[in-house]
């Protein structure tokens, strides 16, 4: 018992770390930090970490370390005789051994006609730490539609889904334009706008009049990378629909996919699935199924504890995945320190009454039962009392006979 709230105690402490860690991931995820603000909020990140990997390697109970991966099976002794035993199953707390299981599906894009999207309906085959399951695919799903149903399955196999629909958007320089959007939104929104040159100040008409309409349609838009076009987003995953009705010589480049003016022939964008667990799992689909592309499992990868970085947005929303996924992992061998002292202490009061039990045995067995000794004591006694009085008659009745005789 007191090596499991040894170990149990040194968890508590990595659990506050982490959670340190993932206030640190929020407040750098803000776009108010600076570069130098973010790298401050890093080298803490770093120093919290490297206790974390600290404590995994000293924690110890008679002189063995109990979170290192070396005392990942032990088996305590119970009872008096051979394999009335308890088994204890720990795990491997180094900070580049846990972490965020993630497989990071087909990433969003376009199909080369235009207009279809690339998911083809095939099944997916989920095998996860707590099992496995078939997550139903149709075609043309969306990737919030495929995360939905891996989500579906999450309570058998262990694996969660994420979705998001994001891609670069180019424009004709300074042309004038009406684009129809469906997203979320089940009638197509049309948004007007001109550009002028490709950068900031030639796309701001055309990022406004996305993200004015983003409470319809669940589309939002910002300056790309290179500072030449739009990235649009769908937090959700859902499919991007974009169709250019302009008259106008303007052409929507989607990816790398060119819509001119007035083909009236959409662009549907379809989105990346992320697939994620705590522990190890593997996702099989087929060969061109549009969400894994491949016809063999492809397994989730480590994405451990030490890698955690939050000197990007991006970097630091994936840290915060991490840290939930440590901190599952974490609480799950919590649970199991505090369900084994629970037995333990089970285990410890049957064996006291069995103890009791054994001993009484033994004792009716070898001890004297006093109420019938003294009850036979008694009885000896009175035959020895009415023996000797018999006696004593006996030798009385010659000496009568000679003092008559004397007489």
Same mark, same amino acid.
């Given at each position: 018992m007191s090596l499991s709230q040894t170990?149990?105690?040194a968890l508590s402490s990595a659990g506050d770390i982490l959670q340190r860690i993932r206030e640190l991931a929020v407040q750098s995820a803000?776009?108010?930090n600076s570069s130098s603000d973010r790298q401050a909020l890093q080298n803490?990140?770093?120093?919290l970490t490297t206790e974390l990997d600290r404590i995994s390697t000293t924690t110890q109970f008679n002189g063995q370390n109990l979170?290192?991966?070396?005392f990942t099976s032990s088996v305590f002794q119970v009872g008096a005789n051979a394999n009335q035993t308890i088994t204890l199953t720990s795990a491997n707390f180094r900070t580049t051994a846990y972490g965020l299981n993630r497989l990071s599906g087909v990433a969003a894009a376009v199909d080369s006609n235009g207009g279809a999207t690339t998911v083809d309906g095939t099944d997916l085959t989920l095998n996860g730490y707590l099992g496995s399951a078939t997550a139903a695919v149709a075609a043309? =799903?969306?990737a919030k539609t495929i995360a939905e149903a891996v989500n579906a399955k999450s309570a058998t196999t262990g694996i969660t889904a994420s979705a998001r629909t994001e891609i670069d958007v180019s424009f004709t320089a300074s042309s004038a334009y009406s684009v129809d959007i469906v997203s979320n939104n089940s009638s197509a929104i049309t948004l007007?706008?001109?550009t002028g040159t490709n950068d900031a100040n030639g796309l701001s008409a055309a990022i406004n009049a996305f993200n004015d309409q983003s409470a319809k349609t669940g589309v939002t838009a910002k300056l790309n990378t290179a500072g030449t076009g739009l990235t649009i987003t769908n937090?959700?995953?859902a499919n991007i629909s974009l169709d250019n009705n302009s008259v106008a010589a303007g052409v929507v480049t989607v990816d790398a996919t060119a819509v001119a003016g007035g083909a009236a022939n959409a662009a549907v964008v379809t989105g990346q699935v992320t697939f994620d667990s705590q522990r190890s799992f593997n996702v099989l689909g087929g060969a061109t =199924?549009?969400?894994t592309n491949s016809a063999t499992a492809v397994a989730g990868t480590l994405n451990a504890v030490s890698s955690l970085d939050v000197t990007d947005f991006d970097k630091s929303t994936k840290a915060l995945a991490i840290v939930d996924a440590a901190l599952a992992a974490i609480n799950g061998q919590r649970a199991k320190f505090g369900s084994l002292q629970s037995r333990f202490e089970t285990t410890i009061t049957s064996l006291q009454i069995s103890s009791e039990n054994l001993s009484a045995s033994r004792s009716r067995i070898r001890d004297a039962d006093f109420a019938s000794e003294t009850a036979a004591l008694t009885r000896g006694q009175i035959l020895q009392q009415a023996g000797t009085a018999m006696l004593a008659q006996a030798n009385a009745l010659p000496n009568n006979v000679l003092s008559l005789l004397r007489g």
């Open positions: 170990a149990e105690g803000n776009s108010t803490e990140v770093t120093q979170l290192d991966g070396t043309s =799903d969306s007007a706008f001109s937090e959700s995953g =199924d549009g969400v």
